[in-house]
């Protein structure tokens, strides 16, 4: 998928909002354990109520590799499902792979091709040739891993080396990587405040925020600090959405959550 048209989306839905497949069997409601492929059932239940407010989905990996053979079929069904039927919507692999050359061209021919993501997320931690492999597919985004959510981003990202902190040279080190332009980065919600430094050396690229909801990050804070003219971010929510309701009307209650905070993006949005 193309920026352009991911951002005539944003537009049209009033919405930047992406949100997480992370689903768990231990947390999905109990009556739909009995169905054939029950990860598949939740997912396909809560893409059905949610995306009319939604731009992006992201299917955590994990999630899927965890349960086997049986949750990658769930994975390659709700992609098949997403593909057929809401193409508009951009797919994004939360996979965190990146390994030398040979290894990130097949990590990138299993996503990109034969699942046929519109993204993946980056470690970028092995550099360069872990990297480039997947910059080399025509109208797919590379989301490198910058600044994360989590406690321990403060174990490496934000140490400094040769004066300036590691997540910043990931931002500018990966500027000049061949294809550069088909990169995308992650910034935790919860870092918002970094959001302004950061949009000095990335202007213009999209950053997938995570980290609104479950673990805190404000919208508002984020939108403060890091929207751009063209919008420039996908908000992820997954277990604030996903899990908002256990019971018998877990998609109406998880469609209500997501259009409640696509009300609170067309608001960020007037104000552009
Ligand atoms: O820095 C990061 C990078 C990835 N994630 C992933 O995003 C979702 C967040 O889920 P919530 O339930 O909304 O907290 C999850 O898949 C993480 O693995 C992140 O949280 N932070």
Redesign the pocket.
Known sequence: MKNEYLISQIHKKKSFLCV?L?TDLEKIPSHLLQEEDPIFAFNKAIIDATHEYCVAY?P?I??YEAYGLDGWKSLERTMAYLNENHPEIFTIA?A?RGDIGNTSTRYAKAFFETLNFDSI?IAPYMGKDSVEPFLEFEDKHTIL?A????QG?FDFQTKKIEGHELYKEVLSVSKTYKGSERLMY???ATKATYLKDIRELIPESFL?V??????GGSLEEVCKYGITKDVGLLV???????YASTDMDFAEVAGNKAKEIQQQMAAELAKL
Request: charged share 15%; net charge positive.
């Open positions: 997480g992370d992201k955590n994990a999630f939360d965190k997320t891993l600044l994360t959510s989590n981003a992650v910034v935790g997938l995570p980290g609104v909801g479950a673990q992820n929510s997954s277990r604030g959405i996903l």
